[in-house]
């Protein structure tokens, strides 16, 4: 990846094509590859092994300059295993992972601009230390460690460590281009991954990317479930420091741990599964009783901590729902549990997830047996482990199911996939899953459930 500092982000429309047409030049270079090394050797593996590994160090090179949507889709790729042939998935996973996490920096003094246009003064004035090289840096914005300053006003607070999360500059313009160069980035991903389903993914992304933008409502987020989650003995959430952000700046409570991998290194089965159900119970106790749900599950925002806590990092996703839509959501669990099917089961979906209402019977059956596989792991015997072979057998059911919604399109209409209901139902069932299998995490979920439930004052 290029570790050379750039300026800013190239954010023009045909300015960002220029990138995609530079990064398809090089993933045709790596298929011209890979059909040389067919040519020479005769074998197959050795060809698409030649072919998978170019192509997974073009994204991570070019994404990594790219940033915004690109990227976003780079960070999906990274962990979500439904979307590379499972033969392929470790060379991805270790080519991407870096996306999670880091890319190429921007010069420190268009971050120091920043800073004092948002702030109103340099980094040196508002703190007692600022570190110039970042210790992470993603789609939107790279991060910063710094020291608060020994006369900061909160006595608490002095010399406390903090993260100072700075949005990289022209990000904003860059996002709103690629939401314009759609088909191009379609394209560009079709040279490297044909089987992949971009276009939901492509949906799915830009549906929040545009709200990771806006730092003053990631702020309240983060507040909200920071106090939600205080005296939590399993989790951290990074207490904001309101008067050191500002549109583009979010300062919070430094917290040190270890990166997912560094985690996965190093622990067991059972510990695995304790941080899975903390993950689990973070979810969707926040969801149920606090009606926030934090869209972006990736390996890139979680800490481990040496106390056995996770700590929850970006808040620039977050959906709310009202009570009314939660009460939906748990009476469509319900009735699974119940093993309810047919047209009780079918009213609660629609009203709960938006399902065309129009669907004929076949294209209902497809519906009804994909929620039950959805419901999978709280319907089967318990303890239940999650494995990639679920999250699996769920890409093969949606795929499925999409290529008959694609069949029986006039007469059903299209599917509402922006809806609340049906975009929490995919990044539960492609995001928080893939993280879960990743784990192994293995618990008995249904009485979690029952117990969150139970907070919220829901009908078990």
Known sequence: MNDDPAKKVRSSRLGRVAMLGGMAARLAGN?????????????????????????????????????????????????????????????????????????????????????HEDLGAPPDALFDAFDREPIAAAS???????????????VALRGLPVAVKVQYPGIADAVKSDLKNMDSLVRAFKLALPKMDIEQSLQDVSSRVLEECDYVAEMGHQQAFAEAWRDDPQMAVPRVIPSLCGPRVLTSEFIDGQRWDEMLLSTDAAQRSAYGLAIFRFVFHSMYVHGRFNGDPHPGNYLFLPDGKVAFLDFGCVQTYDRASLERFAHVRNL?????????????????????????????????????????????????????????RLATRTAEMKLLVAKKIFKVG???????????????????????????????????????????????
Do not use: C
């Open 31 to 115: 298929a011209a590859t890979a059909a040389g090394r067919l040519a020479t050797s005769a074998s197959a593996d050795a060809a698409s092994v030649t072919l998978h590994r170019g192509v997974s160090k073009t994204l991570a090179r070019h994404l990594g300059e790219m940033k915004g949507l690109p990227m976003k889709l780079g960070q999906l790729l990274s962990y979500i295993d439904d979307f590379i042939p499972p033969e392929h998935r470790d060379t991805y996973r270790e080519t991407l992972r870096e996306l999670q996490v880091r890319s190429r920096p921007m010069l420190w003094e268009s971050i120091e601009a920043m800073m």
């Open 140 to 154: 939107i914005g790279q991060v910063y460690r710094a020291q608060l300053p020994a006369d900061f006003p909160d």
């Open 336 to 392: 699974a549990h119940a093993g309810t099917r047919g047209a009780a089961f079918r009213e609660a979906a629609i009203d709960a997830y938006g399902l065309p209402r129009e669907a004929d019977d076949e294209l209902w059956q497809a519906f009804e047996d994909y929620l039950y596989l959805s419901f999978e792991p709280l319907l089967a015997p318990q303890p239940y482990r999650y494995s990639r072979d679920y999250t699996g």
């Open 414 to 460: 299209i599917f509402d996939t922006k809806r609340p209901g049906s975009v929490f139902l995919h990044r539960i069932n492609f995001g928080l899953n893939s993280i879960l299998a990743q784990l192994g995490a293995e618990a008995d979920w249904p009485a979690e459930v029952d117990v969150i439930y139970r907070a919220a004052g829901l009908k078990v």
